[in-house]
């Protein structure tokens, strides 16, 4: 069947599933679309051959799955409205302003069943992909350290213009819980679940509660530590850009690029899984290596239509995110603490 899709919220990561849908050739149709901005919902329903209807309500009643893509504080009303009818749902990424939050948000969907997917897209990049399968070759050896850094322009400008995240009543907080939420889940998928977190948050723009730069400190189960930093600054020439460099016993990982690369390495010793002792892949290149060794990418928006279609679990999960949102409350209940070791608690 085509899978009518809805989507509440019109602004630039609305536009971006709506693209990877159709880019995708998912078998899906965005029949409604609704925003509190007319305008906004009117331009967005022109470039994808929708229509823009007055109310949530209405949009509800034409469609077969939702994209929750507005304002974080509304996620949680909206995913329970759709769970109420049996609508299949995308929550953007985070589920809620805290972790409360997110919790009814995993709550509601545990108890209607429906189709629920999370945007934690970045499980799905090729470039982590191949810094995960290196890690876990056993020539890397074990995994000891990682160094990660994020940075982007503060999103209430340049291409975002999400201006609602400098209001801490609709984003909650900051770049770590706004954006590096990404970079919480992208390490435990890298190195292991979390054991404990060290982290000190600060605000140089002057919106209180929104931080714009986090530093913490990570203890995996698995015996590795990492390193987080997160900005959010004004150098709008800048784009959005993730550097992780990663050192096992035997081996350093470093990816320089969130989803084509290049993905770089050197190590003590051969290995067939990823032939050679250093090296480099990027783009198609590393797309081929992939599939060379078995990996099968998928679009995170095509998958989540056809688990709707066949009727299955989707993946990431509710849950998934839900535990990102476990890590990202210690780290802040840390900062409160003047950077205090905080422990997580087993996934």
């Not at 997917?117 to 990682?146: C, K, N, T």
């Not at 939420?181 to 190195?191: C, K, P």
């Not at 032939?275 to 099968?296: I, K, M, R, V, Y």
């Not at 999960?317 to 905080?342: K, M, N, Q, T």
Request: proline fraction near 5%.
């Amino acid at each position: 069947m085509t899978v009518r899709v809805g989507f509440l919220g019109c602004g630039f990561i609305a536009a971006f599933h709506a693209a990877m849908l159709r880019s995708g050739g998912a078998d899906a149709t965005v029949v409604a679309v609704y925003d509190p901005d007319a305008e906004a919902a009117a331009a967005f329903a022109a470039r994808w051959g929708s229509t823009a209807v007055e109310s949530e309500e209405a949009l509800f009643e034409q469609v077969d799955a939702v994209y929750v893509c507005t304002w974080t504080s509304e996620h949680p009303r909206l995913v329970q409205a759709a769970c109420e009818r049996g609508l299949a749902v995308f929550c953007e990424k985070p589920l809620g302003v805290d972790l409360a939050a997110a919790r009814s948000v995993a709550e509601a969907v545990a108890e209607s069943s429906v189709v629920a997917q999370s945007g934690l897209v970045l499980r799905d990049s090729p470039a982590f992909a191949m810094a995960r399968r290196l890690i876990e070759d056993p020539a890397s050896g074990r995994p000891m350290a990682v160094v990660f850094r994020d940075d982007q322009y503060l999103p209430v400008q340049g291409i975002y213009g999400s201006t609602w995240r400098s209001d801490p009543a609709r984003a909650g907080r900051g770049a770590l819980l706004e954006h590096s939420i990404h970079d919480v889940d992208l390490l435990e998928q890298l190195v292991g679940p979390v054991r404990s977190v060290r982290a000190l948050v600060a605000d140089h723009h002057g919106l209180g509660p929104i931080e714009d730069t986090v530093s913490a400190v990570l203890e995996h189960r698995s015996g590795a530590t990492s390193t987080l930093t997160s900005v959010w600054h004004d150098v709008l020439s800048r784009p959005s850009q993730r550097r992780v460099e990663v050192f096992c016993t035997g081996a350093w990982v470093a990816v320089e690029g969130d989803v084509f690369g290049p993905v770089r390495w050197s190590r003590q010793e051969e290995s067939p899984v990823v032939p050679g002792l250093e090296g480099s892949f990027e783009n198609h290149e590393l797309l081929d290596a992939l599939a060379e060794g078995g990996w099968q990418g998928r679009n995170p928006d095509v998958a989540f239509v056809e688990a709707v279609t066949e009727g299955r679990p989707a993946r990431p999960s509710i849950a998934d995110a839900l535990r990102a949102h476990v890590v990202v409350d210690a780290l802040y209940r840390s900062a409160e603490a003047e950077g205090a070791r905080v422990v997580v608690p087993e996934p």
